[in-house]
């Protein structure tokens, strides 16, 4: 590689089988001509949660700093990191009206995405992009049953 960070991309996706209820998380990591998929499933937890372990179990996975680019079909994803999370850290994390959901997993996140550079994109979910359909089979097949 000439200079410069790895590049890779990254398509994360949660689901959930009732909110709260099972759910699975999903991720697919491209480097060059490499593929990983990873995924994982909880017994009982809700689709934000998922659509952020999703993209926190990706970004954990690299092994060295990188440049992301990473797509997610969650707003609540996208927002969060690229929004609220200045003014969340600012609180104490803390949103404006007092506790901050799924808090354990924004500051894991942070933390993990604070090596690379990372750009966010979202995504219409359902919409035929071929990478977030199957990221999104994936999360819903691993879904403890």
């Not at 949660?14 to 490499?34: D, E, K, T, Y």
């Not at 999703?54 to 992301?68: N, Q, W």
């Not at 969060?80 to 404006?96: A, C, F, H, V, Y």
């Amino acid at each position: 590689m000439s200079g410069g960070k790895p590049k890779v991309t990254i398509y994360t996706d949660g689901s959930c089988q009732g909110n709260p209820g099972p759910g699975g998380w999903a991720a697919i990591l491209r480097f060059g001509r490499h593929e990983r998929e990873l995924s994982g499933g909880e017994g009982e937890t809700t689709n934000n949660r998922m659509e952020l372990r999703a993209a926190l179990e990706a970004v954990r996975a690299l092994t060295e700093p990188c440049e992301v680019t990473l797509y997610t079909d969650s707003e609540y994803l996208k927002r969060g990191i690229t929004e609220w999370l200045p003014n969340w850290k600012r609180r104490n994390w803390r949103r404006k009206g007092g506790k901050l959901a799924n808090v354990d997993l924004w500051m894991k996140l942070d933390e993990e995405i604070s090596r690379h550079e990372v750009h966010w994109h979202w995504v219409r979910g359902h919409s035929g992009n071929p990478l977030n359909e199957r990221v999104d089979k994936l999360a819903r097949r691993v879904i403890p049953k």
